[in-house]
């Protein structure tokens, strides 16, 4: 089956579907060719039925959150790229518990969590991804992870099978997860809060916005920080200190606010990003011997 005869079964099915997507509306960097299907799945059966579809005919498959750790090429993605969304969004609270479908943003997590006095993932708040983007890639900020408040994950693995992986199976490290570099899918997950006073935890997260506010470019489209935490310091301060700051390639530029961020600054192409990755990486390496690791993560044809 080729990518038209997808495209045709898809649209003889019920699904929630684009064809020639353009990725730059679906990634917080505002960058990327089109692709060729995206589907956003409403259900377990649905998401079954787009994969083993796929598979069957060799197609690739992408699975994306909120797009917001993501680069996409310019020639964007041939394939399927399966967005996990508000479609795959349905929470329950019981308790100090709460069960999430991975689609839900961590932003609107942060508010139920708040709405019902329940404190433990304020910081997770400003963080523009999705829940399931956030347990791949181990998301934190502010001294908390989401590996502090996550203890149960059901996912679809390679060989098509639902399974629940408790906390010891979860392998949560700094910005990695036992779901990272798989192709394994997060669809809900279960956190442990604890009970807090509404008003403080509403406070804390306002503060904590604020803070992002000032630091960060949050004018520009970008995917939050460029690269890893390296083992021997910070990245930022490392880039700050080669006078990296305002670097530019093309559209792409090292952000004045924070050394940290690469910013689409003016219509940038994943190319101008690629390459700005690059100079920044050799830079620093020629004056610390330290390989910065790109946190953001490039799909889509070269
Ligand atoms: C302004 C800004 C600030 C940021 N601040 C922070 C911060 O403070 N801390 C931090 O950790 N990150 C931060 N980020 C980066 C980003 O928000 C996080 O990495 C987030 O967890 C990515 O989630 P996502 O849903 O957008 O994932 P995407 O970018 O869509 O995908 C990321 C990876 O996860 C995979 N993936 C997504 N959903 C699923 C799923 N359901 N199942 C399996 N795989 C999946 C994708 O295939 C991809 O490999 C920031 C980004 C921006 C733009």
């Keep these: 089956m080729s990518v038209d005869s997808m495209k045709q079964f898809i649209t003889q099915g019920d699904f929630d579907y684009i064809f020639d997507a353009p990725m730059c509306d679906y990634t917080t960097l505002k960058i990327g060719g089109k692709a060729d299907i995206l589907v956003q799945p409403r259900s377990i059966e649905e998401l079954t039925l787009i ?5 069957e005919n060799n197609i690739d498959t992408f699975f994306i959150g909120n797009g917001s750790n993501l680069l996409v ?3 964007g993605i041939r394939g399927i790229v399966i967005k996990f969304g ?3 969004a349905k ?7 709460i069960t999430a479908q991975s689609g839900i943003s961590l932003s609107k997590l942060a508010c139920i969590c708040a709405d019902n006095g329940l404190s433990g993932f304020e910081f997770a708040a400003g963080i523009p991804g999705s829940l399931g983007g956030g347990i791949v890639m181990n998301a934190g900020a502010y ?3 989401l590996k502090d408040v996550v203890f149960s994950v059901t996912a679809l693995t390679e060989s098509g099978e639902i399974k629940t992986f408790n906390e010891d199976e979860l392998d949560f490290s700094y910005r990695h997860s036992c779901f990272s570099h ?3 899918l997060v669809l ?16 804390k997260i306002a503060e904590l916005a604020q803070k992002r506010r000032t630091t960060q470019p949050l004018e520009y489209p970008s995917a939050g920080s460029a690269f890893k935490r390296p083992m021997d310091g910070f990245a930022a301060a490392m880039i700050d200190s080669c006078g ?3 670097c530019t390639v093309g559209g792409a530029q090292i952000s004045q606010k924070h050394a940290g961020f690469l910013i689409n600054y003016q219509n940038a192409t994943a190319n101008d990003v690629t390459k700005l990755l690059h100079h920044v990486q050799e830079v620093v390496f020629s004056k610390y011997g330290t390989m910065l690791e790109p946190e953001i993560i490039t799909i889509g044809e070269e």
């Design 51 to 55: 994969i083993s579809k796929a598979k």
């Design 244 to 246: 990296l700051k305002g």
């Design 188 to 203: 809900e997950a279960k956190l442990r809060l604890e009970k807090g006073n509404k008003a403080e935890i509403k406070a």
């Design 73 to 75: 090429r310019d020639k």
């Design 86 to 88: 508000a479609n795959f």
């Design 143 to 145: 001294k908390g992870e």
């Design 182 to 184: 798989t192709n394994m």
């Design 91 to 97: 929470t329950t609270v019981e308790g100090e518990i």
